[in-house]
C-alpha cells in the first residue's frame, strides 16, 4: 500500500544554513515542501567554517590527536545547526524536533573520524514524519558500539542523508548546496561547464572519488546501493518546492534512465592529495602486504599505486593519499621501516589528481591516449597513471591544475555552446 504523501530527505550544507538568515531561509524552503503535502526530514550540516575551526583546534593542540576525542569536539557543529533549524521552524509554525545521531540511533563502526554506517533504524523517524512532525538531525555523526560519538569524515552529512532516505524508504533524497547541479567540471575554472540534466550512480561515484565535492563518495555509494534518487540543488535559488514534476538540479539515477550516454561526463580534480615513495626496498614477497598492512591499521586510505623494479633487486613503490592522512602515513611507514627495510621515505604535497570519467568509456577506445595527448601538447608531466572501467586519473604538478582541467574539458566536447 503506498503513502498518501511523497516523503523527502532536504539536506542542507554548511553555506546553505551560515548565518541566522540563512537558516531561515531554509526554513521557509522546508515550510514549501511541508505545505505541498510532502512528509519532510532535514539533514544539516555544521555552519559554514565551524568544522575547520573546531578541526584547528584539535590540530593545534596535537597533530596525532585522539581520534575520539576529535570526534567529541568536530560532532558539536552538526549539533548546533540542527537546534537552531528546529527553533527556526518552530518559529513558523512548522512542528519540528532536533535529533542527535545517537538519538535514532545511526549506529557505526568505531573508525573515528571516518566512521562507516552499520544500521540505522528509521521507524520512530518515520512515525514522526507520518504524525507531522518533521525530524531535523544532525548529520556527519552516529554512535559506536562502545557508546562513543563517532563521525562519518568530511562531507559526511551527505550520506547521513542517503542513509535516512533509505531507512525510511523516502521518494528522493534532496541535497542543496551553493551551486544549482552537477557540472561537467568545476565553472570556477571552467566558465564554459554544462550542468548535467541526471548523472548515472556509477559516474558521480568516480567523480566523488576523485575530487569532485558536490557530493561525499560514501552518500554516492550508499545511494547505488539503495536505489536512492538523488537531487543536487542550490539553496539559494527560490522557488516552489521542487516536485517529480519539477526537478530543477542534477538527478543521480540508474544508468537506465539515460538515454543518450555521452563518451565522457566530467572532469574532476583533486587538491587533496599526497605522494609518498618507499624507495630502495628489498624486491622480496609480502614486501607490499609489509608496506599497505600498518597504513591500513592506521586507516590510512591509499589510492593510486606504481610499483617500479631495478635491476640491483630493490624496489620502489610510490602511491598516493590524502594531505590529511599524510602524518599518520608517514609516521605508520617510519615505525615498520625495520620490517620493510626501505633505504628512504621522499613525500610530496604540491601535486594535484586529474580524472576524466564517463560509462561511454566502456564501449570507445582511445579515451585514455586523448588524455596523454592533451597533456603532453601543453608540456604537463604525468607522475602517476590510474584508471578503471569508467575512469582515467593521472598525478601532475599542482601548478598544472587549471590549464590541465580546461584543456581536457575542450578536448572530450565538454564545452557548453
Known sequence: MSRPAPRIVMKFGGTSVADLDRIRAVAEKVRKQVEAGCEVAVVVSAMSGVTNQLVGYCQSLSPLHDAREYDAVVATGEQ???????????????????WLGW??????????GKARIASIDGETLAARMRAGQVPVIAGF?????????????????????????????????????????????????????RKLDKITYEEMLELASVGAKVLQTRSVE?????????????????????????????????????????????????RDEAKLSVR??????????????????????????????????????????????LARAIQSLESSRDVIQYGE????????????????????A????????????????????????IKVSVLIAAEYTELAVRALHTAYGLDAA
Not at 80 to 98: E, F, H, K, M, P
Not at 147 to 158: F, M, P
Not at 292 to 307: E, S, W, Y
Open 80 to 98: 548546533v545547526t540542527s537546534g537552531l533549524l528546529a527553533i527556526a521552524l518552530q518559529t513558523i509554525g512548522i512542528d519540528a524536533r532536533s
Open 103 to 112: 538519538q535514532i540511533p545511526l549506529r557505526t563502526d568505531a573508525a573515528h
Open 141 to 193: 555523526q552516529g554512535i559506536a558500539a562502545d557508546g562513543r560519538v563517532t563521525t562519518l569524515g568530511r562531507g559526511g552529512s551527505d550520506t547521513s542523508a542517503v542513509a535516512i532516505a533509505a531507512a525510511i524508504g523516502a521518494d528522493r533524497c534532496d541535497i542543496y548546496t551553493d551551486v544549482d547541479g552537477i557540472y561537467t567540471t568545476d565553472p570556477r575554472i571552467v566558465a564554459r561547464a
Open 222 to 270: 550508499l545511494a547505488m546501493k539503495e536505489r536512492v534518487r538523488v537531487q543536487v540543488l542550490s539553496s539559494f535559488v527560490d522557488g516552489p518546492a521542487p516536485s517529480e514534476g519539477n526537478l530543477p538540479g542534477s538527478l543521480v539515477v540508474d544508468e537506465d534512465e539515460i538515454v543518450e550516454k555521452e563518451l565522457v561526463a566530467g572532469i574532476a580534480y583533486s
Open 280 to 325: 630502495r626496498i628489498p624486491d622480496r614477497p609480502g614486501i607490499a602486504a609489509a608496506i599497505f598492512g600498518p597504513l591500513t591499521a592506521a586507516h590510512v586510505n591509499v589510492d593510486m599505486i606504481v610499483q617500479s623494479t631495478g635491476a640491483d633487486g630493490l624496489t620502489n613503490m610510490t602511491f598516493t593519499t590524502s594531505k590529511s592522512d
Open 345 to 364: 621515505l621522499v613525500t610530496d604535497d604540491d601535486v594535484v589528481k586529474i580524472s576524466v570519467v564517463g560509462i561511454g568509456m566502456r564501449s570507445h
Open 366 to 389: 582511445g579515451v585514455a591516449n586523448l588524455m596523454f595527448r592533451t597533456l603532453s601538447d601543453r608540456n604537463i608531466n604525468i607522475q602517476v597513471i590510474s584508471t578503471s572501467e
